[in-house]
T-cell receptor
């Protein structure tokens, strides 16, 4: 049983470009959450998708957008990249909405994005 | 929104000693408190969690205690081993603490 898989593992972009990161949830999970983890910091919640809709959003500008597909996989898109967007982007999946309840989140290994 | 503070930021212990990491939160309505372990090159992995209707939960060498009145919960690792070296995060709702780097010296 595959866990949460993310692609690509590493990515280098330049300022102003756009990027798309991909996530396949753990088998049986229907909810995907995205986090940004800067070096030496804890993960920061970006948004959560359930039933192909954004259900909850953290304090991130609308340059960050996402999508969930009928097979529950998800994409994170970031437009007009800034140097400060350099980070590890983590995807987590759960069965049902996560946060404040016992729906356990399983994390992927992340995509390391470097913006030059 | 929820505010989560985690202490200490780094912790060095001798193999076999105990380690304690504390997390404080702001929303008294919060009722689920997980701890995650993140090893190099990997995503966070849940190691133990507790719900607000219990005060303590144990799983072998790991335990979590919760004080709802004071709004804090702690991770306890006993008989630490080198493989416990990692970064540990607490979380409340979808807000993570800043992390604690645990180093176990052999």
């Amino acid at each position: 049983d595959a866990g949460v898989t993310q692609s690509p593992t590493h990515l280098i972009k330049t300022r102003g470009q756009q990027v798309t990161l991909r996530c396949s949830p753990k088998s049986g999970h229907d909810t995907v959450s995205w986090y940004q983890q800067a070096l030496g910091q804890g993960p920061q919640f970006i948004f959560q998708y359930y039933e192909e809709e954004e259900r909850q959003r953290g304090n991130f500008p609308d340059r960050f957008s996402g999508h969930q597909f009928p097979n529950y996989s998800s994409e994170l898109n970031v437009n007009a990249l800034l140097l400060g967007d350099s980070a590890l982007y983590l995807c987590a999946s759960s069965f049902g909405l996560a946060g404040g309840n016992k729906n356990i989140q399983y994390f992927g290994a992340g995509t390391r994005l470097s913006v030059l | 929104g929820e505010n989560v503070e985690q202490h200490p930021s780094t912790l060095s212990v001798q193999e076999g000693d105990s380690a304690v990491i504390k997390c404080t939160y702001s929303d008294s309505a919060s009722n689920y408190f997980p701890w995650y372990k993140q090893e190099l090159g990997k995503g966070p992995q849940l190691i133990i969690d507790i719900r607000s209707n219990v005060g303590e939960k144990k799983d072998q060498r790991i335990a979590v205690t919760l004080n709802k009145t004071a709004k804090h919960f702690s991770l306890h690792i006993t008989e630490t081993q080198p493989e416990d070296s990692a970064v540990y995060f607490c979380a409340v709702k979808l807000v993570f603490g800043a992390g604690t780097i645990l180093r176990v010296k052999s």
